[in-house]
């Protein structure tokens, strides 16, 4: 499976950006699609996931200002950020996961940085 993620940039609080995520490969075997984000000095967090079936879950901190989508037909999936912070500066990565077989993809990052 492979990832490539594209849409960062800057943009001042309060604006937006959608990151997309092009799934390639043996995209039958996906069975959750999410974005992750890592600050300068912390961990990479979970920001959002969508699962095979639709179920989506969301940080707390991101709650009713993004949203996961999935185009099935483009093997895409959208993180659409609204209201955007300056806290959300983080560098953006895609990730794939599969549970038979296990595994866990990545696509490159996608910096986004929220400043006035």
């Known amino acids: 499976v492979q990832l490539q993620a594209s849409g960062g940039g800057s943009v001042q609080p309060g604006g937006s950006l959608r990151l997309s995520c092009a799934v390639s490969?043996?995209?039958?075997?996906?069975?959750?699609t999410g974005w992750y984000r890592q600050a300068p000095a912390q961990q990479r967090e979970l920001v959002a996931s969508i699962s095979r079936g639709g179920s989506t879950n969301y940080a707390d901190s991101v709650k009713g200002r993004f949203t996961i989508s999935r185009d099935n037909a483009k093997n895409t999936v959208y993180l659409q950020m609204n209201s955007l912070k300056p806290e959300d500066t983080a560098i953006y990565y895609c990730?794939?996961?599969?549970?038979?077989?296990?595994?866990?993809?990545w696509g490159q990052g996608t910096l986004v940085t929220v400043s006035s």
């Open positions: 990730n794939a996961k599969s549970y038979i077989p296990y595994g866990d993809y």
């Open positions: 490969g043996r995209i039958s075997r996906v069975d959750v």
